[in-house]
């Protein structure tokens, strides 16, 4: 069966610091999708990034980064900077490709907390 | 395009009651779910549809029913709530292959 464990519960950095959140995943299946959502305190699940499992490219965007390591079977992701705004849950999931529905797997969150 | 709406966004409850929450999606897509949140524990799945008239049990079914007669529309049913359901219950669609849309979540206390 499939797992994802985000190992740090809550992180607390300085803003202007950078951060790395992990996650670490199982699954049987050869071919599979990765996510990172974020939830704001006002509650919503915002989509953040979609990773299919034969593009091992990193991926930047703005401050956000993501490094895809299957041979180590993560997925972490880093804010460069980090600002107050980006104070928030952020969880990491998993969907396998032979997953009728594309129903996802969740990883536990790890909280964010950046202070001015 | 509204995206995915959800209704109520907060119930109390006492133990006992039923209730249905609602979930309709505006952006025609073929599959929805049900997931609740518990502190620490993530989002677990409880049903699953992959299109109308056809739905399926996820993780944590026990207490729950779903049926989806339009593809908007995917309610979820609490037959006879129990204080282990206080939660908050997010409803999400997709299209096949591709990420999830989440609505903004209802607030559940069961008392």
């Known amino acids: 069966a499939q797992k994802v464990t985000q190992a740090q519960t809550e992180i607390s950095v300085v803003e202007k610091e950078d951060v790395t959140l992990d996650c670490v995943y199982e699954t049987r299946d050869t071919t599979y999708y990765l996510f990172w959502y974020k939830q704001p305190p006002s509650g919503e699940l915002v989509f953040l990034i979609r990773?299919?499992?034969?593009?091992?490219q990193n991926e930047i965007s703005g401050r956000y980064s993501w490094n895809f390591q299957k041979s180590t079977s993560s997925f972490n992701f880093t804010i460069t900077a980090s600002q107050v705004v980006d104070s928030a849950v952020y969880f990491c999931?998993?969907?396998?490709?032979?997953?009728?529905?594309?129903?996802?797997?969740f990883g536990g969150g790890t909280r964010l907390m950046v202070k001015p | 395009n509204a995206g995915v709406t959800q209704t109520p966004k907060f119930q109390v409850l006492k133990t006992g009651q039923s209730m249905t929450l609602q979930c309709a999606q505006d952006m025609n897509h073929e599959y929805m779910s049900w997931y609740r949140q518990d502190p620490g524990m993530g989002l677990r799945l409880i049903h699953y549809s992959v299109g109308a008239g056809i739905t399926d049990q996820g993780e944590v079914p026990n207490g729950y029913n779903v049926s989806r007669s339009t593809t908007e529309d995917f309610p979820l049913r609490l037959l006879s709530a129990a204080p282990s359901q206080t939660s908050v219950y997010f409803c999400?669609?997709?299209?096949?292959?591709?990420?999830?849309?989440f609505g903004p979540g209802t607030r559940l206390t069961v008392l």
């Open positions: 999931a998993l969907s396998e490709v032979w997953n009728a529905g594309n129903m996802l797997t």
């Open positions: 990773r299919n499992s034969f593009d091992e």
């Open positions: 999400a669609s997709s299209a096949r292959g591709r990420e999830q849309f």
